[in-house]
């Protein structure tokens, strides 16, 4: 295998040239909880319809990912990282201090989640983060003063709300959306509402705070759907009151009985959110260790695959599981297509 166009460290490309001839025949991955269902999807279709063994998708966040591809190159290390965020400058050094020097990003769509109701139910239109802090955490300012939340009607989080009870459908802890609520909705809402303030002032360290914030109710107020959104529709059709929280497209295909809130005064669409506008979004990525290419089997097919038209694109299987597709679809193809690196290199 040529390796004229990496600019791999000497020790680490002596690494991999000795693992070649004994290299492993499968895809290795892991990273972000949230683009997990995402790469676990594309790799049973690629699995089932190439000639090569089903990659490898583990978990453990984007950060425990990012860390595990930059231990160096070599068939003992990953071969992709996932993430639900770029990566950051330290990241990038610690790969290259360990010669993973060449490093292709793919951003692969977008995830954007919506809050919706029954057609016919009460009028939920309009929201911001902060009510839905106020209505599902754990703890919430009253006064100037964090106490247990006890709101059991909407009106009572904010007035302009509907008069009715608390009843939340929410992405479960397994669910590949619940990260991004946590983070753009209930993370947001508590630092908005001065709660997250306040709990810094009374003692804990920011991560604690964090922590604290994105604590949710258990009392039922707030219910937690680890299925997928067909099972929170069933929950909203059997409950008229209740809202739920669904993936963009989910809810476009099902607008015959659903009505969408705005979030922050911002409606949700695939423009705004592609653009960031909508608050409850943000871009995915997964990142390719260019000096596994040709070494590790199906890497680059894989990679290919995983941004095709009919897989990432409109109608395809992750649009349908609720991925955003990206409207610069084409560019990211020709990423990946020509080995382009995030240091310019191809």
């Known amino acids: 295998m040529p390796f004229t166009k990496l600019t791999v460290s000497t020790t680490a490309l002596i690494a991999l040239t000795a693992s070649a001839a004994h290299a492993r025949d499968n895809v290795q991955i892991a990273g972000s909880s ?16 190439f000639e090569f063994p089903t990659p490898v998708v583990e978990s453990g966040g984007s950060s425990a990912g990012l860390k595990r591809f930059c231990e160096g190159v070599g068939e003992g290390t990953i071969d992709i990282a996932n993430a639900s965020r770029p990566m950051r400058e ?22 954007g ?11 939920f239109t309009a929201f911001t983060a902060g009510d839905w802090y106020g209505a599902l955490a754990q703890d ?3 006064d ?30 397994k669910h590949g959306t619940r990260e991004v609520f946590e983070e753009n909705v209930l993370l947001q809402g508590c630092k908005d509402s001065g709660a ?39 929950r909203i059709d059997s409950n008229p009151t209740g809202v739920g929280v669904f993936g963009l497209a989910f809810y476009e295909n099902n607008t015959d009985s659903l009505k969408v809130a705005t979030m922050g005064g911002i409606a949700p669409s695939v423009d705004s959110i592609a653009s960031g506008e909508y608050p409850v979004s943000r871009p995915l990525f997964f990142y390719i260790k260019k000096a596994h290419i040709g070494v590790i089997p199906g890497l680059k097919e894989f990679a290919e695959f995983f941004v095709a038209d009919e897989i990432a ?33 191809m």
Not at 92 to 97: E, G, H, I, T
Not at 155 to 166: C, F, G, K
């Open 34 to 49: 949230t683009v997990l269902p995402y790469a676990s999807i594309v790799a049973e279709i690629f699995g089932e319809n």
């Open 90 to 111: 330290k990241e990038l050094k610690v790969c290259a201090d360990n010669g993973v020097n060449d490093i292709v990003e793919v951003r692969i769509g977008y995830d």
């Open 113 to 123: 989640i919506v809050f919706a109701s029954r057609l016919d139910g009460p009028e």
């Open 140 to 142: 919430v300012m009253v």
């Open 144 to 173: 100037g003063a964090l106490v247990a939340n006890t709101y059991a009607r909407w009106s009572e989080v904010n007035a302009d709300l509907p008069d009715v009870d608390i009843t939340a459908f929410i992405p479960g802890t």
């Open 196 to 234: 997250m303030a306040a709990m810094i002032d009374s003692g804990m360290d920011e991560d604690a705070a964090e922590g604290a914030c994105m604590s949710v109710r258990t009392d039922g107020r707030s219910v937690e759907i680890d299925g997928d959104y067909t099972e929170t529709l069933a």
């Open 313 to 345: 694109g409109e109608g395809g299987p992750l649009a349908n599981y609720g991925l955003v597709p990206d409207p610069e679809l084409a560019e990211t193809q020709a990423i990946v297509a020509d080995e382009a690196t995030m240091q310019g290199g």
